[in-house]
DNA sequence: CCCCTTATACTGTATATACAACCTTATACA
DNA sequence: TGTATAAGGTTGTATATACAGTATAAGGGG
C-alpha cells in the first residue's frame, strides 16, 4: 500500500515538513548538501537535486559558499484564492445558504482522470451545490474530491459547513491553480441559478494539491450580473506577486 | 562579452527556441536523452537535467519507455502576474500581433477620475489595441494611462512593444489590482474581435499603482472561445492561503 | 593596525556508471 | 494463428568522483 517514494523526494518531504510546522522559520539556515549527505546516507547529487528543487519552487534560497536558507514566503492574499463563499458572503452582512443538489460516488470520466494526474479511472466523490445570498443564488458548485485523500468527505453535513471549509481544515493545501473562463449557462445551470438564457456566467476551475496529489477539482459557475472575482496584492520590484 | 551558459542550459535554450520558432509543433517528439549525447556530446545526465528542467517548467511531457514530447500549450493568462501578452503568445511559439485602433489625449471623465483616486478630472493618454495570435484577435486592449509618471507614453510605437511591456520597463510596480467579469460584447467589440453577438468574454479590469499612484488603469476584453485567465501558485508555509 | 595569503566550507556544474521500470517490436514457440 | 518471450530503446533514480567559483574565517607579514 504504501508507495515508497525516491530519496530525494523524501529529503524534500523532510525539508518542507520542517518549515511548514514552523521548525525552520523563514531566513533559517538549513542543512547543507554534506551534511544531509550525512544525516541520510546519501550522495551529494541527490542531496543536491532535493536542496535544488526546493529553491526553484521559492521555498529555499541558495547562496555559493555560504549556504541555504529558508525564503520568505508573504501571504497571496486575493480573493482569487483559496476561499469559502460562506465567509464571503458574511463578511458583507449578509445570509449565506446553500441546497445540495448531487451528492455520489461515481468513477471518473476520461477528462476528470487526467484532471487528478491518475493514468487510470478511480472512485471520485461528487456533489453539487448552489450557493446563496439573502436567498438569491449566487454561485453553482461542482465538485469532485479524491477519496484516497479525504475518505469520510461523502458523509459531512455540507450545509453547516462548505465543502471548500471542510477540505481547508482537513487537507493541508501546497499549490493552487484556478482557470477562469467565460460561459453561457445551460438549461440545467439557467433553472439552478434562476437565470436567463441571455446572461454569461463566470465558470472559475480550481485544482488544489496536497504533496503532489489532486485532492479535489472545483468548477464555481457565477452569474456575471451577481458576482465580480476581485483581486488586489502588492508586488515585487519584477512586477510578480510577493 | 558573451557569457557562456551551462551546458544544460544551452540544451534548454536549443529546445525551447524550436518550439518557440514553431519548429518542433505541440505533439512532436523531441531528441531522447542519448540523441542530445550525441548530438552535444555530453553526458546523460545533463542532457536529462535539461529535458526535466522543461518538463517542470510545462514545455515537455515526458513518459518513461515512449520519449519526451512537446506540450500543447493552451491559450491562456495570468492573472495574478503583471505579463504581457506578447510574450506569452510567443511562448506558446505563436505570432504576436498588435493593430492600434485608437491613441489620444483625454480628460478623464468622472469615473475614471475616481480609478485613479483622484479629486478632480486631469489629463489622460488613452490607447484602444486589438492583439492577434497568428492573426487571429484575442485580445481587445482599453487603457489609460498617467500622464504625470510616463509623460512620454504616447510618442512609443507600439507595434513593436507592447503598452504593457513599455509600462513594465519604464515604472515600476508596486501594487497591482484585478477585476473579473463576464460580460456580452457591444457591436464595436464584436467588430474588433471578430465575434458574434452570442459569445461571452471576460472583461479583465486592472489598476497598478506606483509609489502610492495609480499608473494605469486597463481593461482587458477576451473572447471566451479563445482564452481562459490561469494561475498557479504554491501556498505559504503555513498552507493557510488567507 | 591593515592587508594579503591560505585554508575551509558551500554551492554549481559535469561526467561516467549503474540499475530499475516501462513500452514497443521482433522473434520463437506451441 | 495466437501467445509467450526476448531484445532494445526510453525515462527515472542513485552513486562516486571531479573541478570551478564564491564567501568566510584564520593566520602571517608589513
Redesign the pocket.
Known sequence: MNVML????QVKDHILGNIKSGTWAAGSRVP????LVESF??????A?RA??EL?GDGYLA???????FVKEQAARTSMMELRNIAEEIEARGHKHSSRLITREKVTATQALTDEFEWKTPKPLFHLVVVHEENGLPVQLEYRWVNPQIAADFLIQNFTRQTPTAYLMNTVPVDELEHSVEAIMPDATQQKLLGITAHEPCLALQRRSWSKDQVVTVATLVYPASRYALHSRYKTNAQGKPL
Not at 41 to 46: F, K, L, N, V
Open positions: 525516491p530519496l530525494y523526494a547543507s548538501e554534506n551534511e546516507g546519501i550522495s551529494r547529487m541527490t543536491n536542496l535544488r529553491a541558495r547562496v555559493p559558499g555560504v549556504g541555504t
